[in-house]
């Protein structure tokens, strides 16, 4: 294992708060810290201050579209393999900037402040190792993160082709809870457009089409029940979509104490819409990932910003979410299954 101890944050008072088990109040205490130390970072939290935004009313949700000029380089990010191999892998720490601190969490992951913000208060956090990303050999540690961040983060994955701006480098995001529409909108969907394929004491777990978006979403306190259907998803998943190295998702997972996590898994056909590819003056460069499909829409460029309506939303997000044929297959076989 690479550890650099110089981009390790080294504090009493953080040190105290992780013998306790109080990530989130870490993760907190060092984004202030960092904010204090990083001029370059601080630039770029104090833009998100005063970025533009302009929301669109769906059934039962909100998208939120973001003009952030600083995730130019997340959004075009070429990310075919040959690309990937030939550039640094920026999630190795020892490629990090000196400025960049960041706590471990358990043994194996680090937790960074991310200076390129969508959120309030954003951070990425990956794996010590450089190994490759795949949510079926890492959700169970998704998981994990989640409960420890949860007073104040919601955690987020998004898959290799689908999303991810590194997809050698095993790694999550998490955010300020609740900054998402979605997760306020959640269960308004699930009333209105949820099918559900299985409720008890145990777990519910729900197939939910809202004209926008495919999204499997589960909910229970039983981190073991949790693993065991989305184990069961993954496989049917990926035997109908065939692609590889793994069928295309997104996932938000949020924790809370009395109901546990909250995990919205949002099904993919394309990594890109069309309009990604056009020339000006058709193209438009949004990249959907988890945020975006969760109601933050990032939209780095301005004249994109503008002219963005409710329609081109709601072309893009059916263009990259499944087909429905698809979706209603793989509720059918997983009903059997989960019988
Ligand atoms: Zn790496």
């Known amino acids: 294992m690479k550890i650099h101890a110089q981009n390790i944050f080294k504090d009493v008072q953080i040190e105290s708060l992780i013998s306790n088990n109080n990530y ?33 009313w769906f059934d039962g949700s909100k998208l939120k579209v973001q003009f952030n000029p600083g995730r130019i380089k997340s959004t075009s990010a070429e990310v075919d393999e040959k690309s990937v191999k030939d550039r640094q892998c920026f999630l190795c720490v020892e490629n990090l900037p000196l400025e960049q601190k960041g706590i471990k969490i358990r043994d194996d992951f680090i937790l960074l402040c991310n200076p390129f913000p969508i959120f309030p208060q954003h951070f990425t956090i990956s794996l010590l190792n450089h190994k490759p990303q795949r949510i079926s050999e890492s959700f169970g540690e998704l998981l994990e993160l ?7 983060y919601t955690l987020v994955y998004n898959g290799p082709a689908c999303g991810a ?4 480098h095993l790694h999550f995001q998490a955010g300020t809870k609740n900054f998402m529409p979605i997760e306020t909108d959640i269960q308004l969907l699930k009333n209105d457009f949820g099918i559900i394929l299985r409720e008890d004491e145990l777990i519910t777990t729900s197939f939910i089409d809202d004209g926008l978006r495919k999204i499997i979403f589960i909910e229970s306190t039983d981190k073991k029940e949790i693993e065991k259907t989305f184990q069961l998803i993954y496989k049917i998943y990926e035997k109908l979509s065939g692609v590889k190295p793994e069928p295309m998702m997104n996932i938000i997972s949020s924790f809370d104490l009395e109901f546990g996590w909250s995990v919205i898994i949002f099904l993919r056909n394309k990594h890109r819409p069309d309009c990604f590819y056009k020339k000006d003056p058709e193209k438009i460069l949004i990249s959907p990932a988890a945020i975006d499909l969760g109601g933050i829409v990032v939209s780095p460029r301005e004249e994109d910003f503008v002219r963005i309506d409710k329609e081109i939303l709601n072309k893009i997000f059916r263009e990259v979410s499944l087909d429905q044929k698809k979706f ?6 997983l009903k059997v299954e989960l019988r």
């Open 165 to 168: 701006s590194a997809p050698d």
């Open 328 to 333: 209603f297959s793989l509720a059918k076989k």
């Open 146 to 152: 989640t409960k420890l961040l949860s007073p104040n």
């Open 24 to 56: 989130a109040s870490a993760a907190d205490y060092l984004f202030d810290s960092q904010l204090n130390s990083w001029e370059a970072m601080k630039n770029n939290y104090d833009a998100l201050k005063n970025v533009q935004t302009k929301s669109f």
